[in-house]
C-alpha cells in the first residue's frame, strides 16, 4: 500500500498517520495502545498478511507478525516500524518486549477487534499494565480519505465497472445465478481487481427482493429483474456497486419501480455532502420513496463508508447522528423491495469533496434489458 501512495502522491502517507494515533491516543490518556485489527494496521504501516499485532506509543512503534510474513513485512512495513519476526506466539514476544520500554502504565486496545481469549491474554499475561478498551480510534482517522487512497477507490471502481460492462454480453435466459456469478468474478479478475470484497450478490426474479441474497442455481426467466451486487479491490481498497437489470422487456410496473428507485439514487448522489448528519443523508432518497408510497419496502440504510473495508464509517442511516466527514467515501444504495416479486437496487460510490459529492461509479443507470 505504501507504494501506491507513493506513486500517487509523492509522499508516503504513513508517518503522518501514525502521529495522528499518538495524538489520539495522547487525548484518550493512554501511554499506548494494541492495535489487532488488520485494516487498521494495514492503513498506519502498509501490511497486508493476515497474522499482525501493532503497538505504539509516543517513542515506539512496534510491528509484529510471523515467519510466512518475514520478506513481506520487511517490503511492505519497512522502517515504518521496529519489525518483530517471531516463530511462536506473537503475544509472548510482546509480552517479552513491552517492559523493555518506559512510561508504559495504562496501555488501550481496540475492543472492537480483539478475540476472546486474546483479551484473556491481556488479562493474565498483561495484569502489570492497566488496560483500557478503546472504540475507533484508528477508524476515525480512516474516514477521511487522503489523495493516496483516493486514486484507489477510483481505481476499484474503474476495474467494476469495465468488469460489469464485460459481464452484461454474455448473459441470457437460462443461466444460473452462480454461472452468472462465475462470469463476473472472472471478469473482475481480468479487469485487475485483486479479490473480492464481499461474496458477489446475483439475484433474480423474485429473489431480487432479498437484499443481501446468496447467488443460487436458481435459471434466469424471461421477465425477471436481475440485480448484481458486487465490488473489486485495488491494492486493499474497495468499490461497490449495484446495478439491477430485466431480463428481456420490462412491464410498465418493473419500469415504475426502477424509476423510483434511480431517482431516489440521483437525488441522494447529487445532495449528499461532508458536514450533514448520516440520517440527514439518508433521509434525501428515504423521503422521496416515502413520498411515492413504498417507504415499507425501504427497510435498510441509505449507506456506508468504504475503503479498506467494503463498511466502515461513517453510517448513513435512519439513526446515524455522527456528521460525515470531508474526503469520506460512501454508498449511496437506496432499494425497494416486494417479498415474493422482486426488487430493485442502485448504488454507487460518492466521495465527498470540498467540490461537493464525486460519482465514482459511472456506470449507466438507465434500466437496461438484457435478450
Known sequence: MAESIAADTGRDARPARLEALRNAVEKAHLDGVLLTGLANIRYLTGFSGTSALLFVSQRDAIFLTDFRYETQAAQEVGAIAQVQIEAQSLWARLWALLPTLTGLDVLGFESTHIEHRDFQRLLEAGSRWQGRPTVDLVETLRERKDAGELALIQRAADVAC????????QLHEGMSELAVAGVLERCLREAGSEGFPFPTIVASGERSALPHARSSRRELRRGDFLLLDFGAEVDGYCSDITRTFVIGRASAEQRDFYEIVREANRLAASAVHAGMKGRDADALARDYIEGCGHGPLFGHSLGHGIGLEVHEAPRLARTAEGVLSLDSVVTIEPGIYRPGWGGVRVEDDVH??????????????????LA
Not at 465527498?352 to 434489458?369: A, D, H, N, V, Y
Open 162 to 169: 469495465d468488469a460489469l460492462a464485460a459481464t452484461l454480453p
Open 352 to 369: 465527498l469533496s470540498t467540490r461537493g459529492p464525486q460519482l465514482l461509479t459511472r456506470f449507466p443507470r438507465e434500466l437496461t434489458e
